[in-house]
């Protein structure tokens, strides 16, 4: 095995730095975004940032692999494919629905708003992760449209569907030795009522690439970080 191959999905702390930097220039895009279309403040923040193989990254998320998760799945393709998710526990989905609409709207009416509300939130905060690597580096990629899902994490994050919702075939991830690693941001979703009462729900980003994305990725890592 190759001495690329053998680092192919295993970032530096340098280049796990400069990822957050862009990440945290995409979350204060995306909390404008957010203020502006619920007329409320919105602050995002990102806690934390970790790079783990698919199957930690389910565990990641919940502590109870049953329960059930809502997200908003992105495919985006080009110089860099993959599939970015917007992950929140079903009962935080609904909380953060309530709170970004800032009314106290009965549980019927708003679990009707919760799929089209989430779908608006997914659109406007992974658009902005995902613009904020074409504003750093020299890469172009075309975003899909979004679609909401209900699973658990290990549904979720199923390559399998993922490659079928991208139209790829199965044969190009057949390599046993591939290490493939998911990107999982823990991020908070900070707001304020009336009263000034403070909000905050937490949920997840996570960024599955291909393997050859990931290689593209570490390349222009280290062009801008051989820059500073």
């Known amino acids: 095995m190759?001495?690329?191959?053998?680092g192919m999905f295993r970032l530096s702390e340098l280049e796990e730095d400069a990822l957050k930097e862009f990440f945290n220039m995409g979350l204060g895009m995306a909390a404008n975004s957010l203020s502006q279309m619920v007329n409320n403040e919105v602050l995002l923040t990102l806690p934390?940032?970790?790079?783990?193989p698919y199957e930690e990254a389910t565990r990641m998320l919940v502590a109870n692999q049953d329960e059930k998760l809502v997200a908003v799945r992105q495919n985006f393709k080009g110089e860099l494919t993959g599939t970015a998710l917007l992950i929140f526990p079903g009962s935080e989905s609904l909380e953060l629905v309530r709170t970004l609409l800032n009314e106290e709207i009965p549980l019927e009416v708003l679990t009707e708003l919760e799929q089209e509300t989430l779908l608006d939130v997914g659109n406007v905060i992974l658009n902005a992760f995902l613009k904020s690597f074409t504003q750093m580096m020299h890469v172009e990629f075309e975003f899909e449209s979004a679609e909401f899902l209900k699973g658990s994490s290990r549904f979720l994050l199923d390559i399998t569907s993922h490659l079928a919702a991208q139209n790829h075939s199965l044969m190009e991830y057949a390599d046993a030795d591939a290490d493939e690693r998911a990107f999982v941001l823990m991020m908070d979703f900070k707001t304020s009522d009336e009263n000034n009462t403070n909000h905050t729900l937490s949920g997840f980003v996570v960024l599955l690439f291909s393997q050859q994305a990931m290689l593209i990725l570490r390349r222009?890592?280290?062009?801008?970080l051989s820059n500073l």
Request: glycine share 0%.
């Open 2 to 6: 190759s001495r690329e191959r053998e």
């Open 48 to 52: 934390k940032l970790k790079v783990v």
């Open 220 to 224: 222009e890592l280290e062009v801008i």
